[in-house]
């Protein structure tokens, strides 16, 4: 049987044999976690490993794509490609959500809080662009398709076929590797990994809109659409250049160290 007497004993016996400073410390003091404070991660915001430095090109490379997608989808109503509510079009809304996504994610580079909605948003953009890829694919199917009332000799359509199926095919692969590229960025954001690491796969997917570019200029410029067409290349060359500077912002960042003791006295943080 237990008794208060022998409680007691036991306690003060502790007591003895524990410092105090270790008995009735917090476990999370005496076991730190140094990992979470490394300024090389890219979910540990330290003046040297933000991703707020990226937050306002992209948002405009966002802002860029997602209009670029619009006037895509516009497009398809010419005359000379007439693919309207088909998979082209499609292709360009999708395309206008991936920028969408990317111009939220942007925005939430802003907070030290947002990391969450910054992976969320950015897979989501990389997930359009795939989807836009698959659309392009089966757009080339669909345009290849020649209707049985359609006259070769005198449709516009007809003459320019075979040009607007090879400008379609060659859209998959550039939209397919930036959102890759995309898609991969939110999962190394996910997995703590640097940022010059996260700012150089955001490269990755510039370089792939800027190729996407000269195929959208080849097919505006072939359709004759230069209301649509060539305004939505043009929009998607932007977006490609705000996106390699959002990326060189990343790959140029490196932790600042701050002054100790009283250096900043002595003019440290000039």
Not at 190 to 212: C, F, H, K, N, W
Request: aromatic fraction near 4%.
């Amino acid at each position: 049987m237990i008794t208060r007497s022998t409680t007691t004993l036991a306690l003060i016996l502790f007591l003895q044999i524990t410092p105090l400073t270790t008995a009735f410390q917090n476990p999370a003091k005496i076991t730190p976690n140094k990992k979470l404070k490394d300024k090389k991660s890219a979910l540990y915001l330290g003046k040297g490993a933000s991703l707020k430095p990226a937050a306002n090109p992209l948002l405009d490379s966002g802002k860029a794509l997602a209009r670029s997608g619009e006037l895509l989808v516009e497009h398809t109503k010419h005359e000379s490609v007439n693919q309207y509510g088909g998979a082209l079009s499609s292709a360009g809304a999708a395309m206008r959500n991936a920028g969408d996504y990317l111009a939220q994610a942007a925005a939430s580079m802003r907070f030290k809080t947002g990391m969450e909605l910054v992976i969320s948003e950015m897979r989501e953009a990389g997930d359009c662009l795939l989807d836009a890829s698959n659309r392009m694919n089966t757009a080339v199917e669909e345009i290849a398709v020649i209707p049985e009332n359609e006259d070769p000799y005198n449709n516009l359509q007809a003459a320019r076929r075979p040009h607007l199926v090879q400008c379609v095919q060659r859209a998959v692969d550039p939209l397919r590797i930036c959102g890759d590229a995309l898609e991969a960025t939110g999962a190394a954001i996910m997995q703590r990994r640097t940022v010059p690491e996260i700012g150089s796969m955001l490269e990755r997917g510039a370089y792939a809109l800027s190729d996407l570019v000269y195929v959208m200029e080849d097919l505006a410029r072939d359709s004759g659409d230069y209301e649509n067409g060539v305004v939505s290349a043009q929009r998607l060359g932007y977006a490609a250049m705000k996106m390699k500077e959002a990326s060189e912002l990343l790959m140029d960042i490196t932790p600042v160290e701050k002054p100790k003791g009283k250096g900043w006295l002595k003019g440290g943080l000039q």
